[in-house]
């Protein structure tokens, strides 16, 4: 079959030469034969073995056609006449001997399309309008790819405006339409590519495979989007999605210079932290551990670095992201709140290139080309952090003498044996060391490795196979004289994973399973020297298994009606060797009321869970730009984040469910609108969510979560619910663009046990501490000229709770405070202003060396904004409040990044 280009061009030139005359038709070919209801294409293979008359054209065109006719003796010319004469096509002879078969142009469209010059639009023809029944619907499917990197583009849409169909470009750059048989103008987009229009005339199901090209002048880049590329706002099926290119992420305000994708997600709506310095964020009222972060497909334990003020995501790596709060796929599990899953570029072939940068905290390198050969491709890249400097020159004294690097690896390798197969191998390994003075370090580590086999078995049907280990350690170093010793904690994970895809005309079928193992250390705290007075504490270490198989369907019920349904199955078993201690059941659980200790062998289930977690998504559209979605989802969760804090901190540790800590179980319902306008450059959109979390847990007043081997008496199991409403308004083409986005959401839990002592406010619903009523993100970026623009982002959100003291007493001497109910109060109210300026290089076609400079301040008016708020007692009076800020006064930061 010829390529699109070849077959247009080829036979747009022999169309002309018919018309023209210039046809040469042989008279020394004579042919003998009967046909009687004969494909077409079998006959015409008969004229050529028994001539020396060959034929050209597009399988399609002579699809399902058939003739008859008996001949003896017949010139080849007139028998092709008379096959050809009840069919729609045409003959033009081109040569003595060889002869084109094209559409007649009776078959042409009456109306055809024309770009914004004027000038018609390429057209492709799949089959013939000959018997094509009004009513019927045909497949058009195919893969769009980088024209430059031949990389496939995830997430780019292709959608046929006037009958306000479209679809979203899979993990492999495939998209598929159900069409009704015709004509029609069909559009591919993608973030930062110039869009491409084709005429398709849709008579048979057929494959378009196409690359999109970067504009020479890169305004596309700085487009900036909430939500999904093109008009998927309106057209997905997907309920509670958003997808970020990295180009969009890079104009975005950062602190000290980085780039960062995690930062990026927390001006979405739905998204919230409970401050600067936290690592992780909440999303729809979730606890930070409710979130699965992937760095392709390895699980990221800890998703940052120096506390939160920067992430493990090396932007020069990233491709682009996708984040699901709602309506999440079938695939996924394991976690209640989200999925943030973050797309890692593959090196591409040609030659040796590189990007990187030089800021003021960190610098980074990427490399990237063919290894050995075209076939196989590498990626590698580092990045290092020097705040030491910046440490040194505040004011606070611990901070002046405290000392804090991170350093950070991505290396990636692609073989590609044959167009259906390749192989992918990733990994990842990041560092951390922080300390307030020389004696005492903090340090954590996050390694990962994942290696995947992609195979195509049909133009139906493709499928992998990964294996996928990721780790998280962390340890604090004490070398002071006398008490050298390391406390440390972690978890492992292993898995195996295969999943399908499988499109079936008006259905899209995903399904697939996966194992993994687990292994979890709580903590373990020993001496490092032989002269140290530390006496070593070690708890035992934890196991467990978790299994999932998955189904899902998106199925095109109607032009208007489009449906996602999906299964998962899941089951979960901590596994022994191990030991589980026996509770008086009269009396509330601590250490001091274990009776007894079961223990388990090697291998032996300690406690099974399993269930089903459906999901639906339901989308109807009223017309191209507008749509109202629904969506519900079930997601099991079986590990635990155990800590004291708000947020993911080092000192947390992970835990399994046991006999004790049973799976958090969420159930969430949604319903969105969607509508865009201004030709598809304005978009917005309101969501409103409930959602009910069961065996949500927090912790008894005063709880001891360090080291503890009873850790699960110091918790207590609650009913969390959360609710509320997102809305977005966003900009997404011109030189001014950027969005709006406002939640209004509350998170609340209820614990109420059997004893006194396990209920929290009297049994009644109360704040999380992560609850924030109202959001507020505002991001623009204005392009003054192709090499000169300006970004800035304002943030705005209600202060998270906390519990006041309201009285005090003496107690041999001493004064005790006397709290309220949990989480009633609430700190102050979080603004904060950034802004930015980037100047680009010049944007010739040739250059071998690309730079640009952005310059940003952090905290523009300097708002000392309360990570948290502690008190001091003061002598006869009530303990008076003091703020803790973390930044309070505004980051200047220049960095320069590079590309050759």
Sequence with gaps: MLC????????????????????????????????????????????????????YFEPDWLKDITVSGEFAQENVAQVVAVLLSETELEAAWYHTYAVVIFPSRASHPAVVYKDKQGKALPRLLFGLPKNVSDTKKVELRGRLTNAKTNEPLVGATVSVPALAVGDQTDANGNYRLLLPTGEHLVTFKYVGLLPEERQIGLYAAGTLNLPLHQSVVVLNEVEIRGDRPGDSNVNSVQVGANKLNIGVIRKMPAFLGEVDVVKSVLLLPGVSSVGEGSSGFNVRGGGADQNLVLMGQIPIYNPSHLFGFFSVFNPDVVKDLTFYRGGIPARYGGRLSSVLEVQQREGK??????????????????????????????????????????????????????????????ASVKHTFSPKDNLTLNGYFSHDAFGFTQDSIYSWENTGVALKHTHTFSDNLQGSLSGVFSKYRFAITDKSLGNASEFSNGIWSGSLKAAFVYD???????????????????????????????NELILPNDQAIEAAAYLSDEFTITQQWTVMLG???????????????VYDPTQHRQQRTITDTLRYGAGSAIATYHGLEPRASLKYSFTEANSVKAGYQRMRQYTHLISGAMAVAP?????????????????????????????NKIEFSVETYYKKIQNQLDYKEGAELWLNPAVEAELLPGKGRGYGLEMQLSKREGNLTGWISYTYSRSEIQVNGFFKQEKINNGAFYPTNYDKPHNLALVANYQLTRRLGFASNFTFSSGRPTTMPIGLYEMEGNTVPVYGDRNQARIPAYH??????????NHKKDKKWEGRWNISIYNVYARRNAYSVFFRDDAYAVPQAYRLSVVGVPLPSITYDFKF
């Excluded at 036979?11 to 070919?29: E, K, M, N, P």
């Excluded at 009687?36 to 015409?44: E, G, M, N, S």
């Excluded at 299964?567 to 201690?581: D, P, T």
């Excluded at 947390?652 to 969105?672: R, V």
């Design 651 to 679: 000192l947390d540790f992970w835990q399994s469910s046991n006999t004790y800590l049973k799976p958090q179980l969420a159930d969430q319902w949604s319903i969105g609108y969607f509508h865009n306008f201004g030709g």
């Design 567 to 581: 299964m998962r199955y899941s089951l979960y078993q901590n596994r022994g060797a191990g030991e589980v201690y």
């Design 349 to 410: 072939g040609g030659k040796l290139t590189g990007t990187g940068g030089i800021g003021p905290i960190t610098s980074r390198l990427a490399l990237e080309g063919p290894l050995l050969s075209e076939k196989t491709t590498f990626l590698v890249a580092g990045r290092a952090a020097y705040p030491n400097w910046l440490l040194h020159a505040l004011k606070d004294k611990r901070l002046k003498e405290g000392h804090a690097t991170f350093y950070d690896g991505n």
């Design 504 to 534: 079936a005309k008006r259905h899209q079928f995903n399904f697939g399973a996966e194992a993994t193992r687990f292994g979890f250390k709580p903590g373990q705290f020993k001496p490092t020297e032989a002269g140290s007075a530390i």
């Design 4 to 55: 699109f280009s070849l077959r247009f061009w080829l036979c747009a030139f022999f169309l002309l030469v018919s018309l023209a005359g210039f046809s040469q038709v042989s008279d020394s070919s004579f042919f003998s034969g009967k046909f009687d209801k004969t494909p077409l294409q079998q006959a015409l293979q008969e004229i050529q073995t028994k001539t020396p008359v060959r034929f």
């Design 832 to 841: 904060r202003l950034d802004l930015s300026m980037t100047i680009e290089t």
